[in-house]
């Protein structure tokens, strides 16, 4: 498949932008699930030990991948705790 590629590319050296965009779109998509799998809190990997880990976290913790106007570093706790 890669040869089938890299004969495209030298017959059609336009394609080249599009084989690098959609291999960095590829690899950008496959990053974030890789990322949401992993430090998401609503996943559980170890149902045993820590059944529930959205429950361990403090209200100044960002979990979020971006927030445009949201300082967690400043936030209080107002439920109770489980």
């Known amino acids: 498949m890669l040869r089938q590629i ?3 590319a030298k ?3 336009s394609l080249i932008p ?3 965009f959609i291999g960095a779109g590829g690899t950008g998509a ?10 998401n809190p ?3 990997w170890d149902r045993k030990n820590n ?3 959205w429950n361990k976290l403090g209200p100044n913790d960002q ?3 971006y927030s445009v106007n949201v300082d967690y570093s400043k936030l209080k706790k107002e439920g ?3």
């Open 6 to 8: 890299i004969g495209q």
């Open 18 to 20: 599009l084989f690098v």
């Open 30 to 39: 496959a990053l974030y699930v890789m990322r949401l799998a992993l430090f």
């Open 63 to 65: 979990y979020k991948f």
């Open 42 to 44: 609503d996943v559980s």
């Open 51 to 53: 059944p529930e880990p």
């Open 80 to 82: 109770p705790d489980f």
């Open 11 to 13: 017959k059609h050296p």
